[in-house]
Each structure stands twice: as structure tokens, then as C-alpha cells.
């Protein structure tokens, strides 16, 4: 295990739990806390079956480099970490010459309180070989395909929407603090949540296409509510765009 942060380490420690015998690396001392440690990142990996990378996207490229003098063929380098598509090519370009098989890995929900249990995304030429091992010990896994990045690409288009829905909760609850009915929105909102399913999101996307003259000046008052009421409208004026595209016949701006 490369990288011993809060991801890692409760990773780690779900795999000892379930098994396997992990060594970690951390240049952090007090990272891991009782998880055994090696000195380097290559004593980390020298001989393990899978090498987990679970640092940060601007340490991904450092940490392969350091581990991948010494893989060789036979072994799994997988790298969770969050970032996107060239990166992890990156990655594996640096992994390629060991002969090791790579893996680009997208755990696709936080993992404090799931740990390995963390529903993951894997690509690459070694994506079957990591839901074979970390799926055998417990980790939610599906293979999305062959190159390296495809994991990572589905993970940022889903941050697309999810990134996208919690910026429109944040500026309608801002708005509607200001109007003093934040209670009664956030109620409405959550009302949606709790009923959606796929017929929602068909109605969402042909409404706003059947329905975006219409809309566009339903989002520009909104937009000029907002900033009555002292909130910047960076949402509602992303949607008129869109909804200005589409009543103008493209479907993409």
C-alpha cells in the first residue's frame, strides 16, 4: 500500500481484516498508524502480488516512479487515486517497462466508513486481474475496460453531475436563507431526492428541451431574484446557457 493517508489506511487496514498481508509506505512517520510499514516505497512493493496507489493526483507519477524499479511481471500496480484520464496513461507509462500489469482504479463514493468496501471502477490491462484479487477480499468492482483511463473517465463525468447538484443545492439554500424560507426548500428538495428515479431524469432532459423558450426567462427572473437578494446566480445563469442552446436548436453549447 502506497500512500497510508485516511483512504489508505482504512483500506489497508480492511484488507489485513480480510486476509491479506499488506505492507505500506508512507513518507509521513505517523501515517498508518499500527499497520506495518516499510522503509521505501520499493521494499514496500518488492514481491507483492497488487501494489494499491492511494496518494493524490500530484503525487500518482512520484510514487510510481519510486515503486516501479522494483516490479516486474506478474505483479498489479493500481492506481486509486482521484484524477483524469491522462494522468493516469501517465501512470502507466511509467509502470509499462516493469512488466507489471496497470490498473486504473475509480473508487466511486467516499471511503471513510466503507473502506474496501468503497464500490470502485477498474481499466487497464490489469483491470481483471484487481477485481479477481481486491473483489475476492470484499471491494465492489466492476471492469469498465481495456486502456487505462476509462475508469477515470466515467468517475469525472459522474463529478459532473454530482459536483453540478450540490452547487444548485448550495445556491438555492443560499437564496432561499435570504428570502427566509431556507427550511421550506430545503424540505422540497429533499422531497425530490427521495422520489427520483429514471422516469425524473427523462423528464428532466426532454422537458427542458420541449420547454426551453419558455424556461430561459423562467431562469433569467431567477437569476435577477438571486441577486435581490445578494446571491451571485452562477448556477441559473449556467442554466440559461444551456437552456438558450437548446431553444435555439443545438444540443450542445
Known sequence: MLGLGEAGAAIAADLVEA????????PRADAGGNLPRAESASAAVHEADVVLSVNSAEAAVGAAGSAAGSLSAGQ?????????????????SVIEP?????ADVALMAPVPGRGLRTPALVSGPGAR???EQIGALGMPVEVVGE?????AVRKLLRSVFMKGLAATAIEALSAAGAAGCEDW????????LEGADAALLERLESGSRKHAARRVHEVQDASALLRELGIEPRISEASEGWLTQLRDGGATP
Open 185 to 192: 426548500l430545503r424540505e422540497e428538495i429533499a422531497s425530490v
Open 147 to 151: 486502456e487505462p483511463g476509462q475508469a
Open 76 to 92: 498489479l500496480y493500481a492506481d486509486l487515486n482521484s484524477a483524469g484520464a491522462p494522468l493516469k496513461r501517465e501512470v502507466a
Open 129 to 131: 486481474m484487481f477485481a
Open 19 to 26: 486476509g491479506a498481508t499488506v505492507v505500506g509506505f508512507d
Open 98 to 102: 516493469s512488466g507489471a500489469l496497470f
